[in-house]
Every structure is written in structure tokens, then in C-alpha cells.
Nanobody, 126 residues
Framework: VQLQASGGGLVQAGESLGLSCAAS????????MGWFRQAPGKKREFVAA????????YYDDSVKGRFTISRDAAKNSVYLQMNSLKPEDTAVYFC????????????????????WGQGTLVTVSS
């Protein structure tokens, strides 16, 4: 599976931005798709994920209420709508996918995902 992320850019605090990630190269859609981010000098951290079978969504507390993850199964794509952006949201955002539906505790673990996109930079100025 190849993941292609897009949509990053420079915005001011309080503005919105949407990220997209398209999956290709596999006949069966990934059962778990998610977004992680990595700020300079920091570890990659979980942002949001959704699971296909149960259709549930999970968010890190830092983005809950501001970010929304969604999926278009027909397009094999996952999206991240980011509202009320803050300077601390500045990071490279990565989409990730797993062939299986991950158990909840593994959604937050970077090593649980099988495939990764190349990352897209989001910069939020104050």
C-alpha cells in the first residue's frame, strides 16, 4: 500500500486546514487509518484514527473538538479537518494505515501501523 498525503501549509492561529491521504496499490482497503504528527525534536505522536469495521474514531486529547478524521471508502482516502489551529499544532503530519483493524490500545502505537505516507508540513503562526 502506498499512501500519499497532501494539504499542508502555513496558516495563522485560529484558522483551518484540511489534510488528505490517498491509499493505492492494494485490492483490500486498510482496516485502520490514522494521522500522526512530529514536531521538530519530538517523537511522532498520535493525532487521530478510525477503524473500518466498527466505524469508530479516536482522537488525542490535544485535538479533540478541533480536529475531525473521516474516510471515503470509495476513494480509499482518509482526511483530517483541522479547525481552530494553534501554534503547538505545528508539525509534519503523517497518515498511516494498517491492514487489520487494530485494537484500541494499539491505535496510539506507531509500530502497530503497516504503511506510512511521506508527511506533509503544517505550520501555524501566532
Amino acid at each position: 500500500v502506498q499512501l500519499q498525503a497532501s494539504g499542508g501549509g502555513l496558516v495563522q492561529a485560529g484558522e483551518s486546514l484540511g489534510l488528505s491521504c490517498a491509499a493505492s496499490g492494494r485490492t483490500v482497503s486498510p482496516r485502520t487509518m490514522g494521522w500522526f504528527r512530529q514536531a521538530p525534536g519530538k517523537k511522532r505522536e498520535f493525532v487521530a484514527a478510525l477503524r473500518s469495521f466498527t466505524r469508530d474514531k479516536y482522537y488525542d486529547d490535544s485535538v479533540k473538538g478541533r480536529f475531525t478524521i473521516s474516510r471515503d471508502a470509495a476513494k480509499n482516502s482518509v482526511y483530517l479537518q483541522m479547525n481552530s489551529l494553534k501554534p503547538e499544532d505545528t508539525a509534519v503530519y503523517f497518515c498511516a494505515a494498517a491492514g487489520s483493524q487494530l485494537i484500541v490500545s494499539n491505535l496510539y502505537n506507531v509500530r502497530a501501523y503497516d504503511y506510512w505516507g511521506q508527511g506533509t508540513l503544517v505550520t501555524v503562526s501566532s
